[in-house]
C-alpha cells in the first residue's frame, strides 16, 4: 500500500494499465473459448455499451434465441453456454459477425474519444473536475440492465440511466455500488393473492463483471480493501462492470476470510435487518471512498444519490484529519465536493438509527474524524442538539454536501418544506434545496421501431441531441400512418407477449385451466398499463376502488383492457395488500378476459410494456411522488399518461394543448375522500373522454385526434424529460 510513485503521474498511469489488463484478461478468456470469428463478441460483452445501441441486443440473439433468453440477456453467460453447434453456426455467418465488428469498431471509437472538458463544471477553475478527479457518482443499486440483477426499482433505473447518459456526453464520472449476491427475487403470485419471493443467487464470476487486480501486486492478485464495521475488520473485492466509458465499481464481502455475518453485508439489497443495512452504508460510503482510493481515484465532486453512501465524504475528511488537518475545516473541504440528491418524501425512504446502533456498527469511526459521540450524532439529526433524535441518513447527506435536491419542481417544494427545521434561521423558500427534475435515457427506453422510424425520417445521430426541442418539432415530417403503424405493431406484440406470459402464470398459480385461458387480450383493443412498485402511496387499489364502475367500464361499448405489473418490497405490507386488491376481484365478470396481472416486473418487462400500452395511468397520493420516470419512457414510446398532477407529470401536463390526461393533485387531508374523489375522476375520464377518443377513426381506421395528443406528448415530454437534459443540469448547476 505504501508503495512510492515518482510522481502521481506515473502511479494513475499503473492503476490504468492495470485496469485494462483486468478487462483484456477477462476478454481473452472468454474469446478462448470461441470460434476465433465471434472473438469480437468477447470483447462487446464486458462492456453493456451494446444494450443501448439498436442493434446490439440483436446480435447476440442471432446466436442463440433460446438460450439468450434463459440467460435473462446475459452475454457473457451465452458466449459460455451456447452450444458448439450455435457457436459455429454464428462463426459462419458472416453477416452477422460483420455486424458484430462494425459495432465494436463503432463502441472502440467511442471509448477512446477524450472527455468532454466542455462541461459546465470546468466553468469554476476550483472545482474543475479531471479525468483522474472524476465524479464518484454513488449509489445503492443500478438498473443497468435485466441481467445485472442489482435494483429494486426506480432509484436504480434512474442510476443506470444517470451512467449511460454520462458515458453518451462523455462526462468524466465513475460509479460507487454494491454487488449483491442474493439480491433480486422472483415474484410469485399465490391463489390468495399473496406476493411469494424467491431470491435468485447471482455468480458475479458469470457476469458481465471483471475483479480488480491490485495494481501493486506482482501476480494480478484481486484488489482488497478493508472497513471497520461492528469492530471487525470486514474485507472486500471490487468487481468493475464496463457502462460504455463509465466504469461501474461494486464492492463485495463474501469472501472466505470474512465471517458470514459480512459476508451477508453484500448479500441482499435493502436487507432487513437494521445492523446489517447500516454495514451496508458503511461499506457503500467508506469502502467505496476506500477503494476509489486505492484505484488511484481521487473524486474531484462526489455525488449521492440518496443518503445510503453519506458515510463516504466523512471517510475523505478522516483521511485528511489523519495527516494533520483539522476536523472542521476537513469537513468543511469535503462538503464543497459532495453534493446530495434525495428521492423520497415517504417517511420509510428516510431511515434513522439509535445512537446505541450507529456506536456498535460504526465503532471508532467516529473517533477518528477527532469528534466526539454527540457531535458525530448531531451530523445525523434535524436539530443538532435534541440528544433523543434518531440518526437520518438523509440529514447526514444534507449536512455533509454543498448541494441538495430533489428530483421534481414539485419536489423540490416537498423537500424545502420536508427539511425546513434542519435550517430554523431559513424561510422554506430559502431552505437550500432546489431541485433537478428527473429524466430517462432515450436509446434505452426509445424502442428500436420507433427509434428506426425518427431515424429513417431524420438521418442518424438525432437521439446525441435529444434534449433539443428542434428535433422534435420535426415530428411533424413523420405521417400519421407510419407513427400510427408502428403503434400498432408495438401493442400486437405486448399483447402477444403478455397474454403467453398472464396465461401461464395463471397455470402455475393453480388457477382452473378454464379461467386460466379465458384471457383475451386483443391487440386492436385500448390497452392500458399500470405498472409501479407496489406500494401504498401508489395507490394501485384505485383501480378497484369502486368495483361497479370498474366492471361497467370493462363491460362498456368501448373495450378496455388492462396490464398490471409491480413487486411489492418483500417487508412492504400495505403494497402486498395493494397488489392483493387487484387480485382478489379476478372471478368477477369480464375480469378475467380483460384484466392480466404480469409477475416479475422488471427492466424487460417494463420496455415492453411501456411501448405497447396506448395509456399509462399513474396514480400516486400527492404529494408522495417525487418524480416517477415510467410514464416519461411511455411518452418517447407515443402512449399518453394519464396521471395525477404529481412528481414530473406536475410540470409536463399542458392543459392548453393537451398531451395526456391529469387527475388533481391536490392534498387532501382526508385520505378516503381523495381516494373516492381520484377514483370516480379515473373512471370518469376513461369512460367519457379516453375510449371515446381512441376509437374515434378516420376512413383509413388511423384516429385522428388521438395521434395529435401523441405528438404533442412526444414534442413535449421528449425534448425536456430526458437524461441529456437532466445530466446538462447536474453539470450546470448542481457539480
Ligand atoms: C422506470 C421503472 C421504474 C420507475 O417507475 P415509476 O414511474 O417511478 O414508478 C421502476 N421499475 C422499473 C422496472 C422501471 O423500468
Request: overall charge negative.
Given at each position: 500500500m505504501?508503495?512510492?510513485?515518482?510522481?502521481e503521474?506515473?502511479?494513475?498511469?499503473?492503476?490504468?494499465?492495470?485496469r485494462?489488463?483486468d478487462?483484456?484478461?477477462?476478454q481473452?478468456?472468454?474469446?478462448?473459448?470461441?470460434?476465433?470469428e465471434?472473438g469480437?463478441f468477447?470483447?462487446?460483452?464486458y462492456?453493456y455499451?451494446?444494450?443501448?445501441?439498436?442493434?446490439?441486443?440483436?446480435?447476440?440473439?442471432a446466436i442463440?434465441?433460446?438460450r439468450?433468453?434463459?440467460?435473462?440477456g446475459?452475454p457473457?453467460a451465452?458466449?459460455?453456454?451456447?452450444?458448439?453447434?450455435?457457436?459455429?453456426?454464428?462463426?459462419?455467418d458472416q453477416?452477422?459477425?460483420?455486424?458484430?465488428?462494425?459495432?465494436?469498431?463503432?463502441?472502440?471509437?467511442?471509448?477512446?474519444?477524450?472527455?468532454?472538458?466542455?462541461?459546465?463544471?470546468?466553468?469554476?477553475?476550483?472545482?474543475?473536475?479531471?479525468?483522474?478527479?472524476?465524479?464518484?457518482?454513488?449509489?445503492a443499486?443500478?438498473?443497468?440492465?435485466?441481467?445485472?440483477?442489482?435494483?429494486?426499482?426506480?432509484?436504480?433505473?434512474?442510476a443506470?440511466?444517470?451512467?449511460k447518459?454520462a458515458?453518451?456526453?462523455r462526462?468524466?464520472?465513475?460509479?460507487?455500488?454494491?454487488?449483491?449476491?442474493?439480491?433480486?427475487f422472483r415474484?410469485r403470485i399465490d391463489?390468495d393473492?399473496?406476493q411469494q419471493e424467491s431470491?435468485?443467487?447471482?455468480?458475479?464470476?458469470?457476469?458481465p463483471?471483471v475483479?480488480?487486480?491490485?495494481?501493486h501486486?506482482?501476480g494480478?492478485?484481486?484488489?482488497?480493501?478493508?472497513v471497520?464495521?461492528?469492530?471487525?475488520?470486514?474485507?472486500a473485492q471490487v468487481?468493475?462492470v464496463?457502462?460504455g466509458?463509465?466504469?461501474l465499481?461494486?464492492?463485495d464481502t463474501?469472501?472466505?476470510?470474512?465471517?458470514a455475518?459480512?459476508?451477508w453485508?453484500t448479500?441482499?439489497?435493502?436487507?432487513?435487518?437494521r445492523?446489517?443495512?447500516?454495514?451496508?452504508?458503511?461499506?457503500?460510503g467508506?469502502?467505496?471512498i476506500?477503494?476509489?482510493?486505492?484505484?488511484g481515484i481521487?473524486?474531484?465532486?462526489?455525488?449521492?444519490?440518496?443518503?445510503?453512501?453519506a458515510?463516504?465524504?466523512?471517510?475523505?475528511?478522516?483521511r485528511?484529519?489523519?495527516?494533520?488537518?483539522?476536523?472542521?475545516?476537513?469537513?468543511e473541504?469535503?462538503?464543497?465536493?459532495?453534493?446530495?440528491?434525495?428521492?423520497t418524501?415517504?417517511?420509510?425512504?428516510?431511515?434513522?438509527?439509535?445512537p446505541?446502533?450507529i456506536?456498535?456498527?460504526?465503532?471508532?469511526f467516529?473517533?477518528?474524524?477527532?469528534?466526539?459521540?454527540?457531535?458525530f450524532?448531531?451530523l445525523?439529526?434535524?436539530?443538532r442538539?435534541?440528544s433523543?433524535?434518531?440518526f437520518?441518513?438523509t440529514?447526514?447527506g444534507?449536512?455533509?454536501?454543498?448541494?441538495?435536491?430533489?428530483v421534481?419542481r414539485?419536489?423540490?417544494?416537498?423537500?424545502?418544506?420536508m427539511?425546513?427545521?434542519?435550517?430554523?434561521?431559513?424561510?422554506?423558500d430559502?431552505?437550500?434545496?432546489?431541485?433537478?427534475?428527473?429524466?430517462?435515457?432515450?436509446?434505452?427506453w426509445?424502442?428500436?421501431p420507433?427509434?428506426q422510424?425518427?431515424?429513417?425520417?431524420w438521418?442518424?445521430?438525432?437521439?446525441?441531441?435529444?434534449?433539443?426541442?428542434?428535433v422534435?418539432?420535426?415530428?411533424?415530417?413523420?405521417?400519421?400512418?407510419?407513427l400510427w403503424?408502428v403503434?400498432q405493431?408495438?401493442?400486437?406484440?405486448?399483447?402477444?407477449?403478455?397474454?403467453?406470459?398472464?396465461?401461464?402464470?395463471?397455470?402455475i398459480?393453480?388457477?382452473?385451466?378454464?379461467y386460466?385461458e379465458?384471457?383475451d387480450?386483443?391487440p386492436a383493443?385500448?390497452?392500458?398499463?399500470?405498472?409501479?412498485r407496489?406500494?401504498a402511496?401508489?395507490r394501485?387499489?384505485?383501480?378497484?376502488h369502486?368495483?361497479?364502475?370498474?366492471?361497467q367500464?370493462?363491460?362498456?361499448?368501448?373495450?378496455?383492457?388492462?396490464?398490471?405489473a409491480?413487486k411489492?418490497?418483500?417487508?412492504d405490507?400495505?403494497?402486498?395488500?395493494?397488489l392483493?386488491s387487484i387480485?382478489?376481484?379476478r372471478?368477477?365478470?369480464?375480469v378475467?378476459r380483460?384484466?392480466?396481472?404480469?409477475e416479475?416486473?422488471?427492466?424487460?418487462?417494463?420496455a415492453?410494456?411501456?411501448?405497447?400500452?396506448?395509456?399509462w395511468?399513474?396514480?400516486?397520493r400527492?404529494?408522495?411522488?417525487?418524480?416517477g420516470?415510467?410514464?416519461?419512457?411511455?411518452?418517447?414510446?407515443?402512449?399518453l399518461?394519464?396521471?395525477?398532477?404529481?412528481?414530473w407529470?406536475?410540470?409536463?401536463?399542458?392543459?392548453?394543448?393537451?398531451?395526456?390526461?391529469?387527475?388533481?393533485g391536490?392534498?387532501?387531508?382526508d385520505?378516503v375522500?381523495?381516494d373516492?374523489?381520484?377514483?370516480?375522476?379515473?373512471?370518469?375520464l376513461?369512460?367519457?373522454t379516453?375510449s371515446p377518443l381512441f376509437?374515434?377513426?378516420?376512413?383509413?381506421?388511423?384516429p385522428?385526434?388521438?395521434?395529435?395528443?401523441?405528438r404533442?406528448?412526444?414534442?413535449?415530454?421528449?425534448?425536456?424529460?430526458n437524461?441529456?437534459?437532466?445530466?446538462?443540469?447536474y453539470?450546470?448547476?448542481?457539480?
Amino acid at each position: 500500500m505504501a508503495e512510492q510513485f515518482e510522481t502521481e503521474a506515473d502511479r494513475q498511469d499503473l492503476v490504468k494499465s492495470s485496469r485494462r489488463e483486468d478487462l483484456a484478461r477477462a476478454q481473452a478468456s472468454l474469446a478462448m473459448k470461441l470460434p476465433p470469428e465471434l472473438g469480437v463478441f468477447a470483447r462487446l460483452a464486458y462492456n453493456y455499451r451494446w444494450s443501448w445501441h439498436v442493434d446490439g441486443p440483436s446480435l447476440f440473439r442471432a446466436i442463440d434465441p433460446v438460450r439468450w433468453q434463459s440467460c435473462g440477456g446475459n452475454p457473457v453467460a451465452l458466449l459460455e453456454e451456447a452450444s458448439s453447434e450455435a457457436l459455429a453456426r454464428a462463426a459462419n455467418d458472416q453477416e452477422l459477425v460483420s455486424a458484430a465488428n462494425s459495432l465494436w469498431a463503432q463502441i472502440e471509437a467511442e471509448l477512446e474519444a477524450p472527455t468532454d472538458t466542455s462541461t459546465g463544471i470546468q466553468a469554476d477553475p476550483d472545482r474543475a473536475c479531471t479525468v483522474n478527479n472524476p465524479i464518484a457518482f454513488f449509489c445503492a443499486e443500478y438498473a443497468i440492465h435485466e441481467s445485472l440483477p442489482i435494483y429494486s426499482g426506480g432509484l436504480g433505473v434512474l442510476a443506470g440511466d444517470f451512467l449511460k447518459q454520462a458515458s453518451d456526453s462523455r462526462v468524466p464520472l465513475v460509479a460507487v455500488g454494491l454487488m449483491y449476491h442474493k439480491g433480486y427475487f422472483r415474484q410469485r403470485i399465490d391463489m390468495d393473492g399473496v406476493q411469494q419471493e424467491s431470491w435468485l443467487e447471482s455468480d458475479p464470476s458469470r457476469l458481465p463483471a471483471v475483479l480488480v487486480s491490485d495494481a501493486h501486486s506482482s501476480g494480478a492478485d484481486p484488489l482488497r480493501i478493508s472497513v471497520p464495521i461492528c469492530g471487525r475488520e470486514v474485507l472486500a473485492q471490487v468487481w468493475r462492470v464496463d457502462v460504455g466509458r463509465v466504469p461501474l465499481y461494486l464492492l463485495d464481502t463474501d469472501l472466505e476470510e470474512n465471517l458470514a455475518v459480512d459476508r451477508w453485508i453484500t448479500g441482499r439489497l435493502y436487507v432487513g435487518d437494521r445492523t446489517t443495512r447500516l454495514a451496508q452504508y458503511m461499506l457503500l460510503g467508506v469502502g467505496g471512498i476506500r477503494a476509489l482510493h486505492a484505484m488511484g481515484i481521487d473524486p474531484g465532486r462526489i455525488h449521492l444519490n440518496e443518503g445510503h453512501a453519506a458515510f463516504g465524504p466523512l471517510e475523505l475528511a478522516r483521511r485528511a484529519i489523519a495527516q494533520g488537518a483539522d476536523t472542521n475545516q476537513a469537513i468543511e473541504d469535503v462538503r464543497q465536493r459532495t453534493v446530495f440528491t434525495t428521492h423520497t418524501p415517504v417517511p420509510a425512504g428516510n431511515d434513522t438509527y439509535l445512537p446505541g446502533e450507529i456506536s456498535a456498527v460504526l465503532g471508532d469511526f467516529p473517533k477518528e474524524l477527532c469528534l466526539d459521540i454527540d457531535t458525530f450524532l448531531a451530523l445525523g439529526r434535524t436539530s443538532r442538539d435534541s440528544s433523543n433524535e434518531p440518526f437520518g441518513m438523509t440529514q447526514l447527506g444534507l449536512h455533509v454536501s454543498r448541494t441538495a435536491n430533489g428530483v421534481s419542481r414539485r419536489h423540490g417544494v416537498v423537500a424545502r418544506t420536508m427539511w425546513q427545521d434542519l435550517f430554523p434561521k431559513l424561510t422554506v423558500d430559502q431552505v437550500p434545496i432546489t431541485h433537478v427534475t428527473n429524466g430517462v435515457h432515450v436509446p434505452t427506453w426509445m424502442s428500436e421501431p420507433m427509434q428506426q422510424l425518427l431515424t429513417h425520417k431524420w438521418g442518424s445521430g438525432w437521439q446525441a441531441n435529444a434534449s433539443d426541442a428542434n428535433v422534435w418539432s420535426q415530428l411533424d415530417s413523420i405521417p400519421d400512418e407510419d407513427l400510427w403503424q408502428v403503434r400498432q405493431n408495438a401493442r400486437r406484440k405486448l399483447v402477444a407477449e403478455a397474454g403467453r406470459r398472464a396465461i401461464n402464470e395463471r397455470l402455475i398459480r393453480g388457477e382452473k385451466p378454464d379461467y386460466a385461458e379465458s384471457l383475451d387480450l386483443d391487440p386492436a383493443v385500448l390497452t392500458i398499463g399500470i405498472a409501479r412498485r407496489m406500494t401504498a402511496y401508489k395507490r394501485l387499489s384505485l383501480l378497484t376502488h369502486d368495483l361497479d364502475q370498474l366492471l361497467q367500464l370493462l363491460a362498456g361499448d368501448h373495450p378496455i383492457q388492462i396490464l398490471v405489473a409491480g413487486k411489492a418490497h418483500p417487508e412492504d405490507i400495505g403494497g402486498k395488500d395493494a397488489l392483493q386488491s387487484i387480485v382478489t376481484i379476478r372471478y368477477e365478470p369480464n375480469v378475467g378476459r380483460t384484466i392480466a396481472v404480469l409477475e416479475d416486473y422488471d427492466l424487460e418487462l417494463a420496455a415492453l410494456l411501456v411501448s405497447g400500452c396506448d395509456v399509462w395511468l399513474n396514480l400516486p397520493r400527492p404529494p408522495l411522488e417525487a418524480s416517477g420516470t415510467s410514464g416519461m419512457k411511455a411518452a418517447l414510446n407515443g402512449s399518453l399518461n394519464l396521471s395525477v398532477l404529481d412528481g414530473w407529470w406536475a410540470e409536463a401536463f399542458d392543459a392548453e394543448n393537451p398531451n395526456g390526461w391529469a387527475i388533481e393533485g391536490d392534498v387532501n387531508s382526508d385520505p378516503v375522500g381523495q381516494d373516492n374523489r381520484d377514483a370516480s375522476a379515473l373512471y370518469g375520464l376513461l369512460h367519457d373522454t379516453v375510449s371515446p377518443l381512441f376509437y374515434d377513426r378516420d376512413s383509413s381506421g388511423i384516429p385522428q385526434d388521438w395521434l395529435k395528443l401523441i405528438r404533442a406528448s412526444m414534442r413535449s415530454v421528449s425534448a425536456q424529460f430526458n437524461a441529456q437534459r437532466m445530466l446538462d443540469d447536474y453539470l450546470n448547476n448542481i457539480y
